[in-house]
């Protein structure tokens, strides 16, 4: 099985509370569990503070279950009850994370009137801010040397995601052998067609952030079953593509009112963007060169277009 790489220096608290006795049978659950088990575990997983404030009947309706069902799958994970497993989530969370701050921020947020602008202004941040403690440079430079030998950089990404793999896609191009946006118009079938011959001499970036389109789930294992390298750009270990991936991008996506934020997944691209670009002497001479093409047709401070000569780098005669 291939290595699944993850920030080991400074992991966010998700990782964290995932790579945890807890976090890992709690993962367990959300590979081998039955539908049921797989909606508790996943709630669990990624709302593990807002957890220990919740009741049974309220956790049995966040993950539309039955309170029996709830109390069976505490049993199942070798608690006595809800409570004693809501109990090990509590101690958990006081090891991995501040509990007094993050205890405090979350219940407090309830008690004040933000607006939605300013709530959402709020929730980039604290994304942007966990993001940067989950990725770390070591295993950006991981990615960035795998991406520098491949043959093809595919990258897909469904919905609001394919996006993001648009800007990616347009960044790395200048810097990668050869660039591939899987998902253009035409959907699933033409990304499946630009998948056909993906093979172990590339790799495959695949972003997806709530809510996962299944696509992109089938066409990264059918990736993966050619022996590609799969790096995932996603918000949670919960995520279905956590465990395809060999390496792991954590980019949180919490949002008041949207489905999933793109902020932390856009920040995560520049960092990767920035650190392609500057990984070796060719890569910047490629990035002087292309901001010298542009330039001949951006708006200069006089509001007139510039033409700018590139000077020829054919050799002498």
Excluded: W
Excluded at 87 to 109: D, G, H, W
Aim: with cysteine; proline share 3%.
């Amino acid at each position: 099985m291939k290595k699944h790489t993850t920030s080991s220096d400074a992991p966010s608290p998700d990782l964290a509370f995932a790579k945890s006795r807890l976090g890992e049978a709690l993962m367990l659950q959300l590979k081998e569990g039955s539908s049921s088990y797989k909606r508790i575990a996943d709630y669990l997983l990624r709302n593990q503070v807002k957890v220990t404030a919740l009741g049974i009947e309220d956790m049995a309706e966040q993950c539309d279950v039955s309170t029996a069902t709830i109390s069976r799958f505490a049993r199942d994970l070798n608690f006595a009850n809800y409570a004693a497993l809501k109990n090990s989530i509590a101690e958990t969370v006081q090891e991995i994370f501040s509990p007094v701050e993050k205890l405090r921020n979350t219940f407090e947020a309830g008690k004040t009137h933000t607006s939605p602008m300013s709530a959402s202004l709020q929730s980039a941040l604290a994304n942007i801010n966990a993001a940067s403690q989950g990725v770390n440079d070591e295993q950006i430079q991981q990615v960035v040397q795998r991406l520098g030998k491949a043959a093809t950089v595919y990258i897909m990404g469904f919905g609001i995601s394919s996006h993001l793999a648009g800007i990616l896609a347009l960044h790395l191009q200048p810097y990668c052998n050869h660039v591939v946006e899987v998902v253009t118009y035409g959907g699933t079938e033409v990304a499946a067609g630009n998948l056909a011959n993906i093979s172990e001499k590339d790799v495959l970036i695949v972003i997806s952030f709530p809510r996962y389109a299944i696509d992109v789930i089938r066409l990264t294992e059918f990736a993966r079953a050619h022996a590609t390298c799969i790096v995932a750009l996603t918000d949670s270990s919960a995520s279905p593509l956590a465990q395809l991936g060999d390496f792991l991008l954590l980019a949180p996506s919490n949002h008041a009112v949207l489905a999933s934020s793109a902020s932390a997944a856009t920040a995560v691209i520049e960092a990767l963007v920035s650190s392609m670009m500057v990984s070796n002497k060719k890569n910047l001479e490629k990035a002087i060169r292309l901001t010298e093409a542009l330039n001949g047709y951006l708006h200069n401070n006089d509001n007139t277009a510039r033409t700018v000569q590139l000077e020829s780098r054919k050799p002498k005669k």
